[in-house]
């Protein structure tokens, strides 16, 4: 899996905050362009968010859905984005000693052409662009109020 690490200056319930607003996911997401619509039950294990991925007009419609939600530690995901395939997706956090967390997220083609891609092409494109999701997460995150 590719994963990155960023430390923040927020808590870690920020961050969870965050994680639990599916509305903000395409604040985040890098790719993602819109929300149609969130599961009431976002983001408990099966719920999902509608979405959509690209740039108007080539717009591809799909849906996300979590596999596994700890309001204390974060989210796995499986992110949709058909016809490229499927991605599971986990966002961790964990507190910093002195203050803030630190927040790990790690990526991984798991079906679809996707997946045939090689896994040091994968990570070459995964690693930058989570880093750049988790430079929007983080200003979400650093941006609420206490």
Same mark, same amino acid.
């Given at each position: &899996?590719a *994963?990155? *690490?960023?430390?923040?200056s927020?808590?870690?319930?920020a961050?969870?905050?965050?994680?639990?607003?599916g509305w903000?996911?395409?604040t985040?997401?890098?790719?993602?362009?819109?929300?149609?619509?969130?599961?009431?039950?976002?983001?408990?294990?099966?719920? *999902?968010?509608?979405?959509?991925?690209?740039?108007? =007009?080539?717009?591809?419609?799909?849906?996300?859905?979590?596999?596994?939600?700890?309001?204390?530690?974060?989210?796995?995901?499986?992110?949709r984005?058909?016809p490229?395939g499927?991605?599971?997706?986990?966002?961790?956090?964990? =507190?910093?000693?002195? #203050? #803030?967390?630190?927040?790990t &997220?790690s990526?991984?083609?798991?079906r679809?052409?996707?997946?045939?891609?090689?896994?040091?092409l994968?990570?070459?494109?995964?690693? =930058?662009?989570?880093?750049?999701?988790?430079?929007?997460?983080?200003?979400?995150a650093? #941006?609420r109020?206490?």
């Amino acid at each position: &899996m590719a *994963t990155v *690490t960023r430390d923040l200056s927020c808590p870690p319930s920020a961050v969870l905050a965050v994680l639990a607003d599916g509305w903000s996911y395409a604040t985040w997401v890098v790719g993602t362009s819109r929300i149609r619509a969130v599961d009431p039950a976002w983001p408990a294990p099966g719920s *999902t968010i509608a979405h959509s991925v690209g740039i108007w =007009p080539a717009l591809l419609d799909d849906v996300s859905v979590s596999r596994g939600w700890d309001p204390g530690l974060g989210i796995d995901l499986q992110a949709r984005g058909w016809p490229a395939g499927e991605a599971h997706v986990r966002v961790g956090v964990r =507190p910093r000693a002195g #203050g #803030g967390c630190t927040v790990t &997220m790690s990526e991984d083609a798991v079906r679809g052409p996707g997946s045939l891609v090689p896994r040091p092409l994968r990570t070459a494109v995964l690693v =930058p662009r989570n880093t750049e999701s988790l430079r929007r997460l983080a200003y979400l995150a650093e #941006g609420r109020p206490a």
